[in-house]
């Protein structure tokens, strides 16, 4: 049983667990119409139950909680909703800085500060099924807040939902996008081609940069060597691969274990011989 400590609006709520004294925050449709504090209340079956004992990168939940409106609450309430529907379980204690979040990108559209993310594109590429997802909130803030958002707060938002679905942190999510952007520009400098940004290998490429970056940061490490095929097989690709490799490891502040070395090469390859394009 909980105790309602204060109604947000008719669809949210902050309650108290009876049993443990702990708070909580409930959203759902209809959640708290009609309610008041100091009442009992039971948790409905489509409600979604929060606890305020997070803490997250934009601070603690709780803070949020009193700093940010209701309906930014709602609508990353709904945003992993949907994400709940393709994914399976996610984490909801991203809620919080999402809507964080939400809410600063509102302030700022409302003040004609929209900003640019030059990772974008390839966030809607890296995160292709949490950005189809993160595009839900297009309409909910149109509706709501009479508030048109474009394709770079959309890219922050797909962000979430990945750290929703794995662990890993929203700066974590930026700074392996940033990786990517990064390893696909200098490969692109060393060519003096433009690699095709439609094309299959640059796909593979931009994802085999993406977990390259990830075993680097949690330390797992590949057990087929082919280091010695690939630089004898396409010595240039690994060469420039090396050169990648390190600079990823600076960017990360952590080592890049040599045997990425070869498979990165490989991907290389491919869009260095297959499907690059002239400018």
């Given at each position: 049983m909980y105790k309602i400590k204060k109604v947000l609006n008719h669809n949210s709520?902050?309650?108290?667990?009876?049993?443990?004294?702990k708070e909580y925050l409930v959203v759902g449709k209809g959640a708290a119409f009609g309610k008041?504090?100091?009442?009992?209340?039971?948790?409905?079956?489509?409600?979604?139950?929060?606890?305020?004992q997070e803490v997250t990168e934009r601070g603690d939940a709780m803070e949020i909680v009193q700093t940010v409106p209701p309906v930014c609450l709602e609508l990353a309430n709904e945003v992993l909703n949907k994400a709940e529907t393709v994914f399976g379980q996610v984490d909801r204690s991203i809620l919080f800085p999402m809507a964080d979040h939400i809410e600063f990108a509102v302030k700022r559209i409302k003040k004609h500060e929209q900003i640019s993310n030059p990772l974008t594109d390839d966030i809607r590429v890296l995160f292709y099924k949490e950005y189809k997802v993160a595009q839900c909130i297009i309409p909910m803030l149109?509706?709501?807040?009479?508030v048109e958002i474009d394709e770079h707060e959309v890219g922050y938002i797909a962000l979430h939902i990945?750290?929703?679905?794995?662990?890993?942190?929203?700066?974590?999510?930026?700074?392996?996008?940033?990786?990517?952007?990064?390893?696909?520009?200098?490969?692109e400098q060393?060519?003096?081609?433009?690699?095709?940004?439609?094309s299959l290998s640059y796909n593979r490429l931009m994802n085999h940069v993406r977990y390259m970056a990830a075993r680097a940061i949690s330390g797992e490490k590949l057990k087929l060597n082919m280091n010695d095929y690939m630089e004898v097989?396409?010595?240039?690709?690994?060469?420039?691969?090396?050169?990648?490799?390190?600079?990823?490891?600076?960017?990360?502040?952590?080592?890049i274990d040599k045997v990425e070395i070869g498979y990165l090469a490989m991907h290389i390859s491919r869009v260095t011989n297959d499907e690059i394009t002239n400018d």
């Open positions: 709520m902050l309650v108290i667990n009876k049993d443990n004294n008041k504090s100091g009442e009992d209340v039971e948790i409905r079956s489509g409600d979604t139950l929060y606890s305020l149109l509706e709501r807040l009479g990945h750290s929703a679905i794995n662990d890993e942190k929203v700066s974590q999510s930026m700074q392996i996008a940033r990786v990517v952007r990064d390893c696909i520009s200098l490969v060393k060519t003096q081609k433009k690699i095709d940004i439609m097989k396409f010595p240039e690709e690994f060469k420039m691969a090396a050169i990648v490799c390190d600079e990823i490891g600076r960017s990360l502040k952590c080592k």
